[in-house]
C-alpha cells in the first residue's frame, strides 16, 4: 500500500513537474513571440519611415520648381492686369532687391525738365536712344566711367528683354534709365494713345524684371521719333495727356549728333553736334547705342572732350528725379 501510495505520490510529482515544465515552455514561446512580433513591428516601421523620408527629398526640388513656376505664371497674370481701358503698372512678387538709387517722383519735373531748354547754366545731358545692344552699350559705358561722365540711357522694352545684363551694369554705373516704349515701330506704339501707355508699361516692367526691383519707376518717357510731329502727330497729342494723367513725364532734345540721320564718322557728327547747340545754354544731346551705332561709340570721346573744352558739366535725369 505504502508503495502504491509512494508510487501514487511519485507519479502525482511528476506530472506536476512535467504540467510545470510545459507551462514554462508554453510561457517562453509567448515571450519570444512577442519579442520576435516586435521586432518585426519596429524594422516595418522604420523601413516605412526611410522610404518616406527618401520619397521626400526627391520630391523636394520638384516641389520648389513647381513653386517658382507658380510664381512666374502670377507674375505673368499681374503683369497682364488692366484696370478700366489702360493697362496697371502692376505690383511684382518678386524678390525686392534693395537698389542704391531710385527715381523720385517729382511734381514738378515736367516744367524743370522745359526749363532745361532755358537754362543758361552749361550742362550736358548725354542721352542715348534705342539700347541696350551687345555691341555698342559696353563701348558707350566703357567710355563714360572712364571720363567719368553720368548719362541718360532711353531704354527699349524688347531690347532690354534681350540684355538683362547689360541694363544692370548701366543703372549700377550710375546712369539714368529712361523709357522708349517696347516696339520702336511707329505704326504699332503709335495705333492710338493706349498703345503708346502700354508699350511704356510694358517697358517699365522689363526694367523691373532686369533690375530686380518691382518699385523701380523710370517717370520719364521719350516717344521715338519726338512727342510731336509727323503722320502720328494727333495721337502723340493725345498719348501726351494720357501720360501726363499717370504722372509720367517726357522729353526731347534741344541738340544732336546726328547720329540716326545719316553722319556716319566723327567729323560730321561733330559739325551737327556744334550746329545745333544753339548758344551757350543747357543742352540734352540725342545719340544712339543701338547696334548699327558704332560710329557714335567712335565720337563719343570727342563729343565729350569738346563740351569740356566748352565749360560744360555733365549731369543726368537724377538731376530732376531726386
Ligand atoms: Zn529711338
Known amino acids: 500500500m505504502l508503495y502504491g501510495e509512494m508510487d501514487d505520490e511519485n507519479e502525482n510529482r511528476e506530472m506536476l513537474e512535467e504540467l510545470n515544465n510545459k507551462s514554462n515552455l508554453r510561457k517562453k514561446a509567448i515571450i519570444c513571440g512577442v519579442i520576435v512580433l516586435c521586432c518585426v513591428v519596429v524594422m516595418t516601421i522604420s523601413i516605412i519611415v526611410s ?42 512678387d518678386m524678390n525686392q ?14 516744367q524743370q525738365i522745359t526749363d532745361i531748354y532755358y537754362s543758361d547754366e552749361k550742362v550736358a545731358y548725354l542721352t542715348f536712344d534705342d539700347g541696350p545692344s ?27 528683354e534681350l540684355n538683362p545684363d547689360l541694363l544692370r551694369r548701366t543703372y549700377e554705373e550710375g546712369h539714368y534709365i529712361a523709357n522708349h ?50 503722320r502720328y502727330d494727333s495721337v502723340k497729342a493725345e498719348a501726351k495727356g494720357l501720360l501726363r494723367d499717370y504722372g509720367i513725364n517726357f522729353t526731347n532734345w534741344n541738340c544732336l549728333t546726328g547720329d540716326a540721320e545719316g553722319r556716319t564718322n566723327t567729323d560730321s557728327l561733330m559739325e551737327c553736334l556744334i550746329q545745333t547747340m544753339e548758344g551757350d545754354g543747357a543742352i540734352i544731346v540725342l545719340m544712339h547705342d543701338a547696334s548699327d551705332k558704332s560710329y557714335t561709340a567712335d565720337a563719343l570721346p570727342s563729343v565729350i572732350s569738346y563740351l569740356r573744352e566748352q565749360g560744360y558739366s555733365f549731369k543726368n535725369f537724377y538731376e530732376i528725379f531726386k
Request: without cysteine.
Open 134 to 160: 551687345k555691341n555698342i552699350t559696353p563701348r558707350v559705358l566703357d567710355i563714360l566711367k572712364q571720363e567719368n561722365v553720368p548719362a541718360t540711357f532711353f531704354v527699349l522694352g524688347s531690347r532690354v
Open 181 to 230: 516704349g517696347y516696339s520702336h515701330e511707329y505704326s504699332k506704339i503709335y495705333t492710338s494713345k493706349d498703345t503708346v501707355f502700354e508699350e511704356y508699361v510694358k517697358t517699365e516692367q522689363a526694367i523691373r524684371v532686369a533690375l530686380g526691383n518691382p518699385n523701380y519707376n523710370t517717370h520719364l518717357f521719350r516717344f521715338p521719333g519726338g512727342s510731336s510731329g509727323g
Open 51 to 92: 522610404v518616406r523620408m527618401k520619397n521626400n527629398n526627391s520630391n523636394e526640388p520638384k516641389q520648389v520648381s513647381s513653386v517658382t513656376q507658380d510664381k512666374k505664371d502670377q507674375k505673368k497674370k499681374k503683369s497682364a492686369t488692366y484696370e478700366g481701358e489702360h493697362m496697371q503698372i502692376a505690383e511684382h
Open 97 to 110: 532687391i534693395q537698389l542704391k538709387f531710385v527715381p523720385k517722383e517729382n511734381p514738378n519735373a515736367q
